[in-house]
Every structure is written in structure tokens, then in C-alpha cells.
């Protein structure tokens, strides 16, 4: 129904600068909401940001309040997350998903494959 891709994610070193993007395609129309995932080795994914698509309200973890900008472009269907003053402790393969909704207001949700971020010391 619907599916994301993710890109934009490298070798960056810490202190400095990313963004991510991710575009949506199939039945973008069912999307009401886009976000953010990551997961670090050995530990779980845990939620980064997440985009309303309509409205655009934002909503982020506290461990990156103040260093990552969740936006959104609807023409394009993409989403991004601006990511700055990286820590090492950002590493992470960093997933994006689609949570669509159809009339019936059943809902789901899509990932992308991820894509990996490393901040260097």
C-alpha cells in the first residue's frame, strides 16, 4: 500500500551536521503521520520524531530536543530530519515510517529499510 525509503546517512564527526531524508509512494493519500526510529547496537529501537501530515505538529524524544528538526514536504511526499551537534551516542541505523489510515479508520504502519548514521569522537 504504501512504501519508504530512507537516504542521506554517512560518516559524520561529532559536533557536526546530517540530515535524512525519506520519501513515501503507493497510497500516500492514506498518511497521516511520518517519524523517525533508531536503533543502536545492542540496544532496542527507540522513537526520534515524528510529523503530522496534516497540521505538521511535531512531537521528539528528549534525548534529542534542541538537536533534531523533524520536517516535512507534502508535495513530495518526503519527510526529513535535520540532525546537529551529533554525539557518538547518535549511532544508530535510523528507520523511517508511514502510519497510514483508511475510511474504515483501520490503521498501519510502513518502515524503509533504514539507513546508518555513525558520529566519530
Known amino acids: 500500500q504504501v512504501q519508504v525509503a530512507e537516504s542521506g546517512g554517512g560518516l559524520v564527526q561529532a559536533g557536526g551536521s546530517l540530515r535524512l531524508s525519506c520519501v513515501a509512494s503507493?497510497?500516500?493519500?492514506?498518511?497521516?503521520?511520518m517519524g523517525w526510529f533508531r536503533q543502536a547496537p545492542g540496544k532496542e529501537r527507540e522513537f526520534v520524531a515524528r510529523i503530522a501530515w496534516r497540521g505538521g505538529s511535531t512531537s521528539y524524544a528528549d534525548s534529542v530536543k534542541g538537536r533534531f528538526a523533524i520536517s516535512r514536504d507534502d508535495a513530495q511526499n518526503t519527510v526529513y530530519l535535520q540532525m546537529s551537534s551529533l554525539k557518538p551516542e547518535d549511532t544508530a541505523v535510523y528507520y523511517c515510517?508511514?502510519?497510514?489510515?483508511?475510511?474504515?479508520?483501520?490503521?498501519?504502519?510502513?518502515w524503509g529499510q533504514g539507513t546508518q548514521v555513525t558520529v566519530s569522537p
Open positions: 515510517s508511514a502510519n497510514t489510515e483508511a475510511v474504515t479508520r483501520l490503521t498501519a504502519t510502513y
Open positions: 503507493g497510497r500516500t493519500w492514506s498518511i497521516y503521520s
